[in-house]
């Protein structure tokens, strides 16, 4: 199985701050057929279901505010907010959908510092 | 919009099999593919695996022999059964929708908890 390794485990950062959300997979999620990075973020906020917020390792769901953003390729990648809202605390999950069985990192938990 | 909305027995005894529903509102059953993951205490998030309405499948390898999934396009429910359940299937189980036929999941329900429990 594709282990998806995501640190920090935790993050706390200033309203307006930058934060970055690593997740390491441990193996090549780039796939020649399309070109494209098959790993997917998704933020679950306290008592709601996991939200999906970001496709293809950088395509934004439609909705998801732009100061979301992806990037990475092969086996390293990262999930940034630009500057960051009250509204934002949350978990963050990457998943690897390149091959069965699609898995996720463990999580990281972000707060207002 | 589309909701989905996760329901099961909550408790179910070790060796027992259960059985979970999603029930899709708002929209057709038939056009996506339907993913089951669950998140024991404490423990990330499992893919289990996902199913189309004609019946097409695939299980995480080390569930397979345990797992059966289903579409009841009538009711548009999407069905989860485990069957000899241990404590390790403890979990709160989620139902999420498929975006375009990839294994992309673009909407969740809230979560069932099942706890298995003498």
């Known amino acids: 199985d594709i282990v998806m390794t995501q640190s920090p485990d935790s993050l706390a950062v200033s309203l307006g701050e930058r934060a970055t959300i690593n997740c390491k997979s441990s193996q090549n999620l780039f796939h020649r057929s399309n070109n494209k990075n098959f790993i997917a973020w998704y933020q679950r906020k306290p008592g709601q279901p996991p939200r999906l917020l970001i496709s293809?390792?950088?395509a934004r769901e439609s909705g998801v505010p732009d100061r979301f953003s992806g990037s990475g390729f092969g086996t390293d990648f990262a999930l940034t907010i630009s500057s960051l809202q009250a509204e934002d605390v949350a978990v963050y999950y990457c998943q690897q959908y390149y091959n069965t069985p699609h898995t996720f990192g463990r999580g990281t938990t972000l707060e207002i510092k | 919009q589309v909701q989905l909305q996760e329901s099961g027995p909550g408790l179910v005894k070790p060796s027992e099999t259960v059985s979970l529903t999603c029930t899709v509102s708002g929209g057709s059953i038939s056009s996506s593919y339907w993913t089951w993951i669950r998140q024991p205490p404490g423990e990330a998030l499992e893919w289990i695996g996902y199913?189309?309405?004609?019946?097409?499948?695939n299980y995480r390898a080390s569930l397979r022999s345990r797992v059966t999934m289903s579409v009841d396009t009538s009711n548009s429910q999407v069905s989860l059964k485990l069957t000899s359940v241990t404590a390790a299937d403890t979990a709160v189980y989620y139902c999420?929708?498929?975006?375009?036929?990839?294994?992309?999941?673009?909407?969740w329900g809230r979560g069932a908890l099942v706890t298995v429990s003498s």
């Open positions: 199913v189309f309405y004609d019946g097409i499948t």
């Open positions: 999420a929708r498929n975006k375009e036929g990839m294994n992309i999941l673009d909407l």
């Open positions: 293809w390792a950088s």
